[in-house]
């Protein structure tokens, strides 16, 4: 589907030279002379490889519509990791690259989303949240404070992170899958 260039918005995935692209921030910017454009910092997909471009609004470009399926996570093997569609039960294996910095997260059996573009794998999207256990703590440094203080804790996966002083080992956390955060005790 065309779109003007000056409609791309975060989250958009276009055609552009060739390649698929996430557009990751966008700015519109009218300078004292000439027309308006939109300054939108691209991202490559699946490779992460930055652009910076200028879109005005004559300008069309190809705004790209992913199929988002549901497969399950198998099992890993190396730097493989081995997904089925849920409706199909084909496989597909990726390379822990593909996947990111939170292929420590995946557990067996759990469900993902994939996005494809023309029946080829572009992003994996994991929960939003899961629930962990915390296999580590420092001891609570005496005078902190619950509210501004945090202490390093290590998850059952072997990620560290940063948790309130009142967490021990054996607390179960919800944990954030996108940046690796602790959100809260699980109730």
């Known amino acids: 589907m065309k779109i003007s260039g000056n409609e791309i918005k ?21 300078p004292g002379k000439g027309g308006a454009y939109l300054q939108v910092e691209l991202k490559a997909i699946p490779d992460g490889t930055k652009l910076n471009e200028r879109f005005r609004s004559s300008e069309t470009v190809e705004r790209v ?3 988002e399926k549901e497969y399950q996570f198998l ?10 569609d849920l ?27 994939l996005a494809l573009h023309e029946g080829t794998p572009i992003t994996v999207q994991l929960p939003e ?12 440094v005496k005078g902190q404070t619950a509210s501004s203080s945090y202490k390093p804790a290590v998850l059952e996966n072997g990620r560290r992170i940063m948790v309130p002083p009142h967490i021990e080992a054996g607390t179960k956390v919800v ?5 690796g955060t602790y959100a809260e005790k699980a109730k």
């Open 75 to 84: 099992f890993s093997e190396g730097d493989k990791f081995t997904f089925m």
């Open 87 to 113: 409706e199909t039960y084909e496989q597909v294996a990726l390379e822990k690259d593909f996947i990111g910095d939170s292929y420590d997260f995946l557990k067996d059996n759990m469900v993902v989303m």
């Open 129 to 140: 949240t899961l629930v962990m256990e915390i296999a580590e703590a420092d001891p609570v």
């Open 175 to 179: 944990v954030n899958t996108a940046d």
């Open 10 to 30: 975060p989250g958009n995935i276009i055609d552009h030279q060739g390649r698929l692209w996430v557009a990751a921030k966008t700015q519109h910017t009218k």
């Open 65 to 67: 519509f992913l199929e």
